[in-house]
């Protein structure tokens, strides 16, 4: 049995609520639950504050956990990442209102910055004085208590209804990620999380396509499509008529369903593939 964080809330609570069910595990939280158990999975599961996780899993209290790259950082705590996972991305940007004078981060010296990630912001905007707060970051400019704000931006829609743009480049770029205590990544349980969520991720890189070549095309075809170790090839009933199976990259599979049908092979199938261990 392993003990696993997941967020409880903020921007990386449905997609990792999402992936976690989609592979098999039972993650279902209630309002007020603050912990879940899959026994069939061995593993209990915990929703917790995204930026209390790094510590949960650097200390060894839960063996593993997801949270976003930025609230390891901030913590300054090193579970080993296993997997980046393809949701949350985000960039911690400063932000300023959208009529204040500042061009640049430089600009910004010597003013009062309210954030959640006071570490990070005292490690690249260095000389200001911080106003650390533990959320609803962008409304503190208007209640008075700063001059600019350093917060994470994912669509930018929060820093737009409150009335601020963003200034420079950022100051850490972020996503989602699986993490483990340190030492633990091996546990069989461990192990098996990261695979089916990396299975899951790889399926979405990767369609399945189907065809049929006479002998004839039966090379030049293959050779379009050659698969992971190679494509699958069975005789139909139809004398010198051949039936060709092949995963192939989705960015590429209108490319080869193109080519493939002008070099003449018929019946092109091309279907989603839901996980996949490569
Ligand atoms: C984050 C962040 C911003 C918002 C940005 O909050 O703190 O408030 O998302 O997203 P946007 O650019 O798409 O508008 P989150 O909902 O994760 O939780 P929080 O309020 O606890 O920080």
Redesign the pocket.
Known sequence: MIKVALPN???LFEPTMDILSSCGYKVSKSLRSLSTMDADNQVEFYFLRPGDIPLYVANGILDAGITGKDFVAEKCVSPTCLLDLSYGASKLCAAVPVGHAAKTLADLKGSKIAT?FPNIVRGTLPGNELVELE????ISIKLGIADAIV?????????KAAGLRIIGEPLFESRAALYAHPGREKQEEVLILKSRIEGKLLAQEYMMVEYDAPEALLKAACAITPGIESPTVMSLEKSSWFSVKAMIKKRESQRILDSLSKLGCKGIILTAVDSVRI
């Open positions: 809330k903020g921007q959640s959320g609803a970051v962008e917060d994470i931006v994912e669509t930018g829609s929060t820093l």
